[in-house]
């Protein structure tokens, strides 16, 4: 372990311990907080693979298959974004309006709509995505538990009104410098044009037309992004809000009667 945290550092990740740990974990088939149980590794070959290939800086979750989300254990790959933690905060505030019926564009994995699903059993959920590629694991992790309308979220049939709206679109602009692991990602699921904001007028747009006098709009964005001007014409009780680190990561709003 010792030699593997050695191997990962050495490559420029943060968190080499956890990693070269859930990496561990995943080959012996038991979770993290057994390790300690674990007198043997029993394919190490595997296990020295897999932390060279993360030495390469692919995601752990391609390496493992999972991504933990808010209680849900969603399966992930090559050609769907990595849902990361920060989103997680987004998903709780859209769990803590109980909707009956919401729905989640730029669905990807289906991470937001499944851990809706799973924070209100009894809502229905609906998961918008248009690439082919994500389609396949958003298809596999919702499992029939959500509906899944596959097209672009500008002109595919959506069926409302409905409660909430969430969102996690590409919002990234080109010019921002990001992580290694970011390369692995679908361009398309994280950068928005030169100001992340290609795509952002069309999903407000789009919330607008779904949802129900009084229902709620959550999108995640930039931390350099104002979107108060683009939601005023629809919206009203707009309130930024900070992830863990005390930036500005997304927008809530209620729809005008």
Same mark, same amino acid.
């Given at each position: 372990?010792?030699?593997?945290?050695?191997? +990962?550092?050495?490559? /420029?990740?943060?968190?080499?311990?956890?990693?070269?740990?859930?990496?561990?974990?995943?080959?012996?088939?038991?979770?993290?907080?057994?390790?300690?149980?674990?007198?043997?590794?029993?394919?190490?070959?595997?296990?020295?693979?897999?932390?060279?290939?993360? *030495?390469?800086?692919?995601?752990?979750?391609?390496?493992?298959?999972?991504?933990?989300?808010?209680?849900?254990?969603?399966?992930?790959?090559?050609? &769907?974004?990595?849902?990361?933690?920060?989103?997680?905060?987004?998903?709780?505030?859209?769990?803590?309006?109980?909707?009956?019926? *919401? @729905?989640?564009?730029?669905?990807?994995?289906?991470?937001?709509?499944?851990?809706?699903?799973? /924070?209100?059993?009894?809502?229905?959920?609906?998961?918008?995505?248009?690439?082919?590629?994500?389609?396949?694991?958003?298809? +596999?992790?919702?499992?029939?538990?959500?509906?899944?309308?596959?097209?672009?979220?500008?002109? @595919?049939?959506?069926? /409302?009104? &409905?409660?909430? &709206?969430?969102?996690? #679109? #590409?919002?990234?602009?080109?010019?921002?410098? @990001?992580?290694?692991?970011?390369?692995?990602?679908?361009?398309?699921?994280?950068?928005?044009?030169?100001?992340?904001?290609?795509?952002?007028?069309? @999903?407000?747009?789009?919330?607008?037309? +779904?949802?129900?006098?009084? /229902?709620?709009?959550?999108?995640?964005?930039?931390?350099?992004?104002?979107?108060?001007?683009? +939601?005023?014409?629809?919206?009203?009780?707009?309130? *930024?809000?900070?992830?863990?680190?005390?930036?500005?990561?997304?927008?809530?709003?209620?729809?005008?009667?």
């Amino acid at each position: 372990m010792r030699r593997a945290t050695l191997v +990962l550092q050495e490559a /420029g990740v943060e968190s080499a311990r956890v990693d070269a740990e859930l990496l561990a974990a995943h080959v012996l088939g038991v979770p993290r907080d057994k390790l300690l149980l674990v007198s043997t590794l029993d394919n190490e070959d595997l296990f020295d693979q897999l932390i060279a290939q993360r *030495a390469q800086r692919i995601p752990l979750q391609y390496l493992t298959g999972e991504a933990p989300f808010l209680g849900v254990t969603l399966r992930v790959g090559p050609g &769907v974004f990595i849902p990361r933690p920060e989103t997680e905060l987004l998903a709780q505030w859209a769990i803590k309006h109980r909707p009956a019926t *919401a @729905v989640d564009l730029c669905s990807g994995s289906g991470a937001i709509a499944l851990a809706l699903k799973h /924070g209100c059993p009894n809502a229905t959920v609906t998961a918008v995505e248009y690439s082919a590629d994500a389609l396949k694991w958003l298809h +596999l992790n919702g499992d029939g538990r959500i509906e899944i309308i596959e097209g672009d979220i500008r002109s @595919v049939e959506i069926p /409302g009104p &409905v409660d909430l &709206v969430v969102c996690n #679109p #590409p919002y990234v602009p080109l010019a921002t410098p @990001v992580a290694e692991e970011v390369r692995f990602d679908p361009p398309g699921a994280v950068f928005g044009g030169a100001d992340g904001l290609e795509l952002i007028p069309a @999903v407000i747009e789009r919330a607008a037309g +779904l949802l129900r006098p009084g /229902g709620w709009f959550g999108l995640e964005h930039d931390e350099t992004q104002q979107l108060t001007g683009l +939601l005023e014409p629809d919206f009203e009780d707009i309130m *930024a809000r900070v992830d863990l680190a005390g930036r500005p990561r997304f927008v809530t709003a209620r729809r005008k009667a």
